[in-house]
C-alpha cells in the first residue's frame, strides 16, 4: 500500500515541476512541424537522418507543447506509427508521458499492439493505471467524449482501432486491440499498477463483451476463476454469447455454467441473445442451437424479471429488426422467413407459447410489437397451433383480442390502412377466435370489443371525406360481423349512459354531418338485429320531459324504446331531414319491421300524437303518420314471429330453413 501511495506522488510531482511547464521557442515550432513532415512522408526515418534537425531543439524546452495539425503531439506521433527509435530519443528529454487530454502515447502503443514502446514507456514512468479517452487515429476533438458525433467514420481505420469512448486505463486498451502479448506483459507486473479506489473489473468479463479473442484464450488459462465471476449483472458466458460461437465453445470447454442469469433482470443467455445480439439470423439460430443442447433447454420458458420469456424476447427482437428494413446496414435485417424458422425451432425444443408465470403472453407480445399485418397472422397462426392460450390475462389486464383491437381507438390508423393490412387484420382477429378467443372479454378498465367498435365508428362519422368514411366503416361492419358470428352477445349492457348498443348508435345519428351518414347507422343497425340484437329493448332513462312552450303541453316521455331516441334526435337535427330521398326514413322502417307488435304500437301511438303537439318536419311527421295509420302485411307479421324464433340471429339460422332463397333473403335483410 506504501509503495502504491508513493508511486502515486512520484508521478504526481511530475505534474508540479518546472519542466512541464517551459515554454517552446518559435524555432523549435518551425522544426518541431518539418518533423511532422518528415513522418508525413516517411514514418520508418531514422534519428540519423533527422538529427540536424533535433540537435537545433534545446532540451529545456517542452517538445510535447507542439501538436500537428491533427492535434497530437510529436511523442504520440512517433508511438502512433511504431518508429521505436524515435520513441526512446523523446523519451529521453525527461518529458511526462502521462500528460495528455486523450490519447496519452501507452495507450496508443497498447491498442496498436506495439510491445517495444510499451516496454520503453513504462520504463520512462508511464502508469498503466492512468484513465484516458482515445482519440486516435482519427483527429482530435476538444470533446472527446463526443468525438461520435462530429467526426465521421475514417475509411482507413479499422474495427480493431475503434475503441470505447469511455475513460480507461491501459490494460482496457490492449483488450479492446485484442493484444494479448501486451496483455500479457501488463498483467505480470501485478495489482500493483491498481490506485486503491479504482475498481477493479475482471479482465474476462472485458475481453468477451469486446470480443477480443486472443485476449480470451489467454485469460481462460491465466484467470479461470474469473469465469464463473459475475461482475456489473452479466457472466461471461453472457458477454461470450454476442459475439462469435467459438467464444462461448471455449468457455463452455473451460467450466462455464450456461443456466446463470443476469442479477437484476434475471435473463438466461438465451434472452441475451435475442434482446442485446446484433447477429445475423443464421448466427443467431447457431447460437441457440448451441446454448440449447449445453444446459439451456431446461430453461426454454424461463422467465426474467418482467415475465417475458426467450420466446417473448425473441418476439421483441424482430420487431426491433424491423424498424432497420430500409437501411443499408451490418448485417442485414432478419427477415420474417428466418423469424418463423427460429420461432419454430424453439417451440419444437419445449418452449411454451403461453407462459408459465400470470402476467404476459407471447400472442399479446406480438400483437404489441410486430407491425407487419401479413407477419403477425403466420406467428399468430403458429403459436396458436402450438397450444397458445388466447385468453391469458396480462399484466395491463387485456387478453390478446383487446391487444389487437385496442389500438383503433388509441390511434388514428383507419385512414392509413391499406387493403392489405385490412385483410390480415381482419384474418387475425377471425384466428384468435377460431381457437377460442372471447369475443365477450373485459379489460381491466371494463372495455369490451364492442366499446372499441363503436367507439371507432363514433369517431369515423365524424370525417368529412366520403370515400374515406365508407371504407372505414366496412371495416368495422366486417370486424363486428367476425365478433358476432363467434358469439358476441349484441344485447349485454353496454354502459350506465347507454344501456344497449343500439342506443349507443344514436350516439352516431348525434354526429352525423350530412343525411349519407345515416346510410353507415342503417348498415351497423342491421347487422346486430341480424345477429341476435332485440330492437323491443326497453332502456330505463333519467332524461328530462319533452316540454313544448307554445302549447303549454308536458309531454312526459312513456316510451324507452330506440325508435322512439332516434326520431327525438331527427326532430333536433333536422338538417338530416332535408333531402329528397328521405335516408331518415329506412331506420324508421328497419325497426317498424323488426319490433314485436305492442311495443312498436305502443311507440307509434306516442310519436304519432307528438307530430300534433311538438314542431317537427312534415316529412318526418308524415312517415310517421304513415306508419301508424297503416298496418304491417300478413307477410310481415309472419317475419317477425320467424325472427323471434330464430333467436333473432337469422344470419346464422336461416339457411337450416326449409324456405327458397327469396324467402330466406326476404326474413334476413327485412325488406318491406
Known amino acids: 500500500m506504501g509503495g502504491m501511495l508513493s508511486s502515486f506522488f512520484q508521478s504526481g510531482s511530475a505534474l508540479l515541476s518546472s519542466a512541464n511547464h517551459r515554454t517552446v521557442s518559435e524555432s523549435t515550432k518551425k522544426n518541431i512541424r518539418v518533423i511532422f513532415d518528415a513522418l508525413r512522408a516517411n514514418p520508418r526515418v531514422t534519428v540519423v537522418r533527422l538529427e540536424a534537425l533535433l540537435c537545433t531543439i534545446p532540451k529545456n524546452e517542452n517538445l510535447l507543447y507542439v501538436h500537428n495539425e491533427e492535434g497530437y503531439n510529436l511523442l504520440q506521433k512517433v508511438v502512433g506509427i511504431n518508429n521505436v527509435e524515435l520513441v526512446r530519443w523523446c523519451l529521453s528529454r525527461t518529458v511526462d508521458p502521462n500528460r495528455g487530454v486523450c490519447s496519452l502515447p501507452l495507450h496508443i502503443a497498447c491498442l496498436r499492439g506495439y510491445v517495444e514502446c510499451v516496454e520503453l514507456l513504462l520504463k520512462h514512468g508511464a502508469r498503466v493505471d492512468v484513465e484516458a479517452r482515445m482519440c486516435w487515429p482519427g483527429p482530435h476533438n476538444q470533446n472527446c467524449e463526443q468525438r461520435g458525433k462530429y467526426c465521421g467514420p475514417l475509411p482507413e481505420v479499422s474495427v480493431v482501432d475503434r475503441s470505447s469512448d469511455k475513460l480507461q486505463n ?30 477493479k473489473r475482471p479482465l474476462l468479463h472485458i475481453a ?3 470480443g477480443a479473442w486472443a485476449c480470451v484464450k489467454y485469460l481462460v488459462m491465466e484467470r ?6 459475475c461482475y456489473d449483472e452479466y457472466y461471461p458466458i453472457h458477454q461470450a454469447s454476442l459475439h462469435d460461437l467459438k467464444f462461448t465453445e471455449l468457455l463452455i470447454q473451460s467450466g462455464a455454467d450456461t443456466t446463470v442469469r443476469t442479477t437484476t433482470q434475471q435473463m438466461t443467455a438465451l434472452h441475451v441473445v435475442f434482446l442485446l445480439g446484433k447477429k445475423t439470423a443464421e448466427d443467431t439460430l447457431e447460437m441457440v442451437k448451441y446454448l440449447l443442447h449445453n444446459g439451456l433447454r431446461e430453461l426454454i420458458n424461463t422467465a426474467d424479471s418482467l ?35 427460429m420461432v419454430r425451432y424453439l417451440l419444437q425444443n419445449g418452449a411454451s407459447p403461453s407462459i408459465n408465470q400470470q402476467g404476459n403472453s407471447a400472442l399479446a407480445c406480438v400483437l404489441r410489437h410486430v407491425r407487419d399485418w401479413e407477419f403477425r397472422y403466420d406467428l399468430l397462426h403458429m403459436l396458436l397451433n402450438y397450444g397458445a392460450n388466447p385468453n391469458l390475462v396480462g399484466r395491463d389486464g387485456s387478453v390478446p383480442l383487446m391487444v389487437c383491437l385496442v389500438p383503433l381507438i388509441n390511434k388514428d390508423p383507419l385512414h392509413h390502412f391499406t387493403h392489405a393490412m ?3 387484420y381482419l384474418n387475425c382477429v377471425r384466428l384468435l377466435c377460431k381457437h377460442g378467443a372471447n369475443p365477450n372479454c373485459w379489460s381491466r378498465s371494463n372495455l369490451t370489443p ?20 365508407a371504407g372505414a366503416f366496412s371495416f368495422i361492419r366486417q370486424l363486428l360481423v367476425v365478433l358476432l358470428q363467434h358469439g358476441l352477445d349484441p344485447n349485454v349492457r353496454f354502459s350506465q349512459r347507454t344501456q344497449h348498443i343500439l342506443l349507443s348508435l344514436m350516439d352516431m345519428v348525434q354526429n352525423a354531418r350530412c343525411p349519407t351518414d345515416l346510410d353507415q347507422v342503417y348498415d351497423l343497425t342491421i347487422t346486430l338485429l341480424q345477429y341476435g340484437a332485440n330492437p323491443n329493448i326497453n332502456i330505463s332513462t333519467t332524461e328530462p320531459m319533452i316540454c313544448h312552450s307554445q302549447s303549454s303541453v308536458f309531454l312526459k316521455k312513456s316510451s324507452n ?16 331531414l332535408v333531402e329528397p330521398e328521405q335516408r331518415f326514413k329506412r331506420l324508421i322502417q328497419l325497426y317498424y319491421l323488426a319490433m314485436e307488435h305492442n311495443q312498436l304500437h305502443q311507440c307509434l301511438k306516442i310519436l304519432y300524437t307528438q307530430t300534433s303537439l311538438v314542431p317537427m318536419k312534415p316529412c318526418l311527421a308524415g312517415v310517421l303518420r304513415e306508419l301508424y295509420t297503416r298496418p304491417r302485411t300478413l307477410k310481415q307479421i309472419c317475419r317477425v314471429i320467424v325472427y323471434r324464433a330464430l333467436g333473432r340471429r ?14 330466406k333473403d326476404y326474413i334476413l335483410n327485412f325488406h318491406p
Not at 650 to 663: D, E, G, M
Request: glycine share 4%.
Open 450 to 469: 364492442l366499446h372499441v367498435l363503436m367507439f371507432t365508428a363514433s369517431e369515423t362519422i365524424s370525417l368529412s371525406r366520403e370515400e374515406e368514411k
Open 224 to 229: 479461470a476463476e474469473e469465469i464463473k465471476q
Open 208 to 210: 468477451c463483451e469486446r
Open 307 to 341: 415475465g417475458n420469456t426467450p420466446l417473448h424476447a425473441l418476439i421483441v427482437r424482430y420487431a426491433l429488426e424491423e424498424s432497420r428494413y430500409g437501411y443499408d446496414q451490418d448485417p442485414q435485417p432478419w427477415n420474417k422467413w428466418d423469424m418463423l424458422h
Open 650 to 663: 337469422t344470419a346464422q339460422n336461416v339457411n337450416k330453413l326449409p324456405l327458397p332463397p327469396i324467402l
Open 422 to 424: 385490412k385483410v390480415f
Open 170 to 199: 491501459a490494460i482496457y486498451y490492449a483488450i479492446d486491440g485484442d493484444q494479448v502479448a501486451v496483455l500479457e506483459l501488463l498483467t505480470q507486473q501485478g495489482d500493483h499498477h491498481w490506485l486503491p479506489w479504482q475498481h
Open 561 to 576: 324504446l330506440v325508435m322512439y331516441y332516434y326520431v327525438q334526435l331527427l326532430i333536433r337535427k333536422e338538417e338530416l
